[in-house]
């Protein structure tokens, strides 16, 4: 969950988001630490974020959902 922009590890400061397009979402956002990603053992990734990034306020962050996608790499 930690990104280059974000000093805390409070999930309500995450920037990254996953917004609907259709059927399919749009990921967008950047990690700072992916551990495990370059080993060829490595089979999901976990990334969290945002879903709907233009409600965020700053008093009612804690109330945002936030999105696990679970990717299959290959």
Do not use: Q
Not at 13 to 38: F, M, P, Q
């Amino acid at each position: 969950m930690t990104e280059p922009a974000v000093a805390s590890s409070d999930a309500t400061n995450i920037s990254s988001s996953a917004v609907l397009d259709g059927d399919e979402y749009v990921i967008n956002g950047e990690k700072w630490w992916t551990s495990g990603i370059g080993d060829p053992r490595c089979k999901v990734l976990i990334f969290m974020c945002v879903t709907n990034p233009e409600t965020r306020s700053t008093k009612d962050n804690h109330k945002l959902l936030f999105l696990w996608i679970l990717l299959e790499l290959k």
